[in-house]
Structures are given as structure tokens and as C-alpha cells.
């Protein structure tokens, strides 16, 4: 750790902040001194707040048709050999029962921008899910939607909403995006599901194809401003079906460091370990938690369709049965010294 990266540390420490150049120095010039540095602090910011817990959100992943063509996704439209699913309204509260016998009190509702799923439905799924387990949070992933349609879904009883903002730069969302999907439209989601009321999240992939440091510098400084509840990252990995099946995966170690950094500018986070670091490292999960993560997401989906959900190549965690992913999950995270639990696991109030 040089001099000047000392001081670029302790500034973001101390002030929560820096320049847009400043996190893109901070990135460009790291070493495993300044990475293990930034951890320790990460870890006693996040310490201060919520301990060694780390809350679990059981994921049901309940289509993967989708009407987006994004180039790095594996479920994009235009990937003709996927096999398409979609979960019923019966099938996906089953999943939710099934999470709540396992003691989660999240569910994570995410899926390709399917037209089946209009308002009418997902709000009666989330009422029903909300009626039967009144103490279970529920937390939508299904893209981008309308500020009406955001509305009835959180009149309906959704508390959260992730949706990666994927970048911050405009020109690199475009190089990532088919030319009628719009960066400002999804900033606009991103600002309506926040009006609303929703917890939020928003995030990128670390290393996704055209990614510079000074993009992510400026997806730093759209997390300082922005000031998401939830903030998911996770290495880019390249799915053989897409435009990018021949660009290199994201780093473990990068993706762990901005992990740290996100951390320090919003201490009270909620920042997952998620299944993609897990794929590109065997302990890709604990190395995220040591870093400052503290939410994982197993896999609550039926186990005979978590194949077609492949966003990415080699995705882990496709064949084993729910109760299976939360108790492999619970001794990963008991061996690092935190323990899993299973309260809702709400946003830290001041
Ligand atoms: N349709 C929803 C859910 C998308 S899937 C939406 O638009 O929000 C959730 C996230 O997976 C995406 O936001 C993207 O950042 C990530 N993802 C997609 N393809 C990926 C890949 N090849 N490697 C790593 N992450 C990927």
C-alpha cells in the first residue's frame, strides 16, 4: 500500500466518500495490502450495526422467458436453445411455504421480464404469500416496470425491489443493451421504486465486457448518491449462448474489494454473497462475507427447472434440494465465525 493509497483509504473510512477519480485511483493502484485494509474496516463498520449476522433471502427464480435481449444474459430472447418455464401462482407459493418451513423470513421473487406475469398476477401472488405469512418480507426482482405497475405491486404488500442499475455510465449501458432498452429508463425505475417506498437495490457485474476502472468509479459514486438499501454485485461470467460467450469472467478479488469499498459508503447495507462469486471461487460466498457482505441467497426454486435459470454458464447450486443449499450455506458461514439467521433482516435504522 503506497502512501497515497493509505490516505485515499483513510478518507473513504473516515468521510464515506471520494471523488469519482479518487475511487478510480483507489481501484487502479490496489494491492492485497490496501484490500485487506479496506476489509478490516469494512467488517467493524458493518459489525457496528449487525454484528455477525448474516440474513438469509430465499430466492425463487419463477421464469425464464423474458422479452429482453441483454447481451450478456443467458435467458436473453434471442437465445434459442433455452429451455423456457414459468411457475405458476400455486407452484411459487409452494416454494414460499417451503422457505418458511426452512426458516427464511425474505423471499426474492426474480425472474426475466415475463409478459404472463401482469400486475393482477403478481399482486395476487404476493398477497398471497403476505396472507399466509404476514411476517415474511417479500422482495421482487422482475425488472423494469411501469411507476402504476411498481405502485399496485407495493400496494399489494412488496417491501423490496432489486434492480441493478448495471452501470452508471450511460455510453457502457448502451455497449451491454440492445438499442431499445434505455439507460435512463432504468434509472427512472430505480428512482420510482424509491419514491414508493420500496426498500432498494440496485448493483452491477464486476468485469462485465467494455468495463473500465473509471466505469466503476462512476458506479461508486451512483451508490454514494443514491443511497441504496440493497446493493448486489457479483463477477461478470459469460454464458456460451450470448454475444459474450467468448469474454473473460470478472475477478473474485475485484469483485471482494468493491464489496469492501461499498461497505465504508453505506455502512448499513444490505450486500449479498452472491451465487455468481460462488461460481467463480469454491469459496467465493465466504470470501464476500469476509469482505463486508452479509446477506446469501440460496436457491429456493423447484429443482427441475434451476438448470433453465442459467444466466451464466456453470452456475452452482442447480441440483441440490432447497433444505440441502440453506444447511451447506449455514456451515459455510458458521466455518468463518458468523452465524445465519432468520429473521426478516430489515435495513438498520440509524
Ligand atoms: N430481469 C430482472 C432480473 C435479472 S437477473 C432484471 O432485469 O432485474 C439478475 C441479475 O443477474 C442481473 O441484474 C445481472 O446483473 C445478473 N446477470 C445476468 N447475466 C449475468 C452474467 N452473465 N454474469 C453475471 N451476472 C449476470
Redesign the pocket.
Known amino acids: 500500500m503506497t502512501p497515497r493509497e493509505r490516505e485515499l483509504a483513510d478518507r473513504l473510512i473516515r468521510d464515506r466518500r471520494l471523488r469519482a477519480e479518487e475511487y478510480e485511483e483507489l481501484l487502479a493502484e490496489r494491492d492485497a495490502e490496501t484490500a485487506e485494509y479496506l476489509a478490516a474496516a469494512a467488517v467493524a463498520e458493518r459489525k457496528k450495526y449487525y454484528g455477525t449476522k448474516v440474513f438469509v433471502r430465499g430466492l425463487i427464480e419463477i421464469s425464464n422467458i423474458?422479452k429482453?435481449d441483454?447481451l450478456?444474459?443467458?435467458i436473453r430472447r434471442s437465445n434459442r436453445n433455452c429451455e423456457r418455464y414459468r411457475l405458476s401462482a400455486e407452484e411459487i407459493l409452494a416454494c414460499a411455504d417451503e422457505g418458511v418451513r426452512l426458516g427464511m423470513r425474505t423471499v426474492v421473487l426474480?425472474?426475466?421480464?415475463d409478459p404472463y406475469y401482469t400486475d393482477d398476477v403478481v399482486c395476487g401472488i404476493v398477497r398471497g404469500i403476505k396472507e399466509k405469512h404476514p411476517d415474511c418480507a417479500v422482495t421482487l426482482?422482475?425488472?423494469?416496470r411501469s411507476r402504476e405497475s411498481y405502485r399496485r405491486l407495493r400496494e399489494a404488500g412488496a417491501d423490496r425491489y432489486?434492480?441493478?442499475h448495471?452501470t452508471a455510465d450511460a455510453e457502457h449501458y448502451h455497449m451491454l443493451h440492445p438499442a431499445e432498452m434505455s439507460y435512463d429508463n432504468r434509472m427512472r425505475c430505480l428512482r420510482d421504486l424509491r419514491e414508493l417506498g420500496y426498500q432498494t437495490g440496485c448493483?452491477?457485474?464486476v468485469g462485465?465486457p467494455h468495463q473500465t476502472m473509471r466505469h466503476l468509479a462512476e458506479d461508486l459514486a451512483f451508490i454514494e448518491s443514491f443511497r441504496p438499501e440493497m446493493c448486489?454485485i457479483?463477477?461478470?461470467?459469460?454464458?456460451h449462448e450470448?454475444p459474450?460467450a467468448g469474454e473473460p469472467a470478472?475477478s473474485v478479488e475485484l469483485t471482494c474489494f468493491l464489496l469492501s469499498v461499498i461497505r465504508l459508503i453505506c455502512p448499513r447495507v444490505l450486500l449479498p454473497a452472491t451465487t455468481?462469486l460462488g461460481t467463480m471461487h469454491p469459496r467465493g460466498r465466504e470470501l464476500g462475507i469476509l469482505a463486508g457482505a452479509n446477506v446469501v441467497m440460496p436457491n429456493l426454486s423447484p429443482v427441475d427447472v434451476r438448470k433453465q435459470y442459467e444466466?451464466?454458464d456453470n452456475k452452482i447450486c442447480t441440483g441440490e434440494e432447497s433444505a440441502q443449499c440453506i444447511r451447506c450455506l449455514s456451515a459455510r458461514i458458521a466455518e468463518i465465525g458468523y452465524e445465519i439467521v432468520t429473521d426478516r433482516g430489515d435495513y438498520a435504522a440509524e
Open positions: 423474458c429482453n441483454c450478456y444474459c443467458g426474480q425472474g426475466g421480464e426482482s422482475l425488472g423494469e432489486l434492480l441493478r448495471e448493483g452491477f457485474m462485465s448486489g457479483g463477477p461478470f461470467v459469460p454464458h450470448t459474450f470478472g455468481a444466466l451464466y
